[in-house]
C-alpha cells in the first residue's frame, strides 16, 4: 500500500488567458475509477484566480492512479503532461500533450491504456488527434 500526494488544482491568469488544471484519476482494483478534483489542504495556486489542494491518495494493490496537468496558453493551445502511477508509488509512464498529439515520453507503453481513458473521462478524446506511444525510453 503506498500513500501519494498531489496537488489539485483548477486556477486562471487575471486576464483569462492562461489556466492551469491538475487532477487525480485512481482506477481501482475492483473496476470503481475515481476523479479527485479537491484535497484536504489548501495551497496558493500557480495563478491568481482560482482554487489550489493538496490531495492524498491511498493506493492498495492493483490500483493505478493517473495524474493529469494541463495548462491552456494564448489562442486556446493546450500542453501538459499525464503520469501513471502503480499501487507501489512508481511512475510507470509518462505521456506529454502538445500541439493536439499525445506521445510518450518515459516508461513502459503497457500503461497507456490508462492516458488515452483518462483523456476520454476528461473530455479531451475529441481534442487530442494522434497517439504516438513508440517514443519512450525503456526502463529496466
Known amino acids: 500500500m503506498a500513500r501519494l500526494s498531489f496537488r489539485v488544482e483548477a486556477t486562471k491568469s487575471r ?7 491538475r487532477l487525480v484519476i485512481v482506477f481501482r482494483g475492483n473496476g470503481r475509477v475515481e476523479r ?21 491518495i491511498d493506493l ?3 490500483d493505478v492512479a493517473v495524474y493529469v496537468r494541463l495548462v491552456r ?3 486556446g493551445r493546450i500542453g501538459g503532461y499525464i503520469e501513471v502511477y502503480d499501487h507501489e508509488g512508481n511512475m510507470v509512464f509518462r505521456a506529454v500533450i502538445r ?7 518515459k516508461g513502459d507503453p503497457r500503461y497507456s491504456s490508462y492516458v488515452e481513458k ?4 476528461i473530455g ?5 488527434r494522434k497517439y504516438n506511444w513508440s517514443t519512450a525510453p525503456r526502463r529496466g
Open 99 to 105: 500541439r493536439r498529439k499525445t506521445r510518450a515520453s
Open 60 to 62: 492498495e494493490p492493483g
Open 36 to 56: 479527485i478534483l479537491t484535497g484536504e489542504d489548501r495551497v496558493r495556486g500557480t495563478y491568481s484566480r482560482g482554487s489550489s489542494w493538496t490531495a492524498h
Open 118 to 121: 483518462a483523456i476520454e473521462m
Open 15 to 21: 486576464s483569462g488567458v492562461h489556466a492551469e488544471r
Open 73 to 75: 496558453g494564448l489562442r
Open 124 to 128: 479531451l478524446g475529441d481534442f487530442i
